[in-house]
């Protein structure tokens, strides 16, 4: 791992995410307190993790309008 982050392509692809993806999940889990899973089976998991979503994303539409989806096909 540290040879991928360490080379030039790597250091790129590492910002992009650090902007990108990482600021999603610090989202659904510091503001919205949704820090643990209460379920324990995958299937479960995997329905919680959707409700999250879903209390997240019209929260950012909300906050920063049509512009936030422009993106998404």
């Given at each position: 791992m540290i040879n991928k982050i360490d080379?030039?392509?790597g250091r790129e692809?590492?910002?992009?995410?650090m902007g990108i993806v990482d600021p999603?999940?610090?989202?659904i889990r510091t503001q919205k307190c949704?820090?643990?899973?209460t379920l324990c089976t995958l299937a479960k998991v995997n329905i919680q993790w959707l409700r999250y979503c879903i209390v997240y994303t019209p929260v950012k539409i909300t906050n920063y309008g049509p512009a936030f989806t422009d993106g998404i096909a």
């Open positions: 080379s030039p392509h692809v590492y910002l992009k995410r999603v999940f610090a989202g949704l820090d643990y899973f």
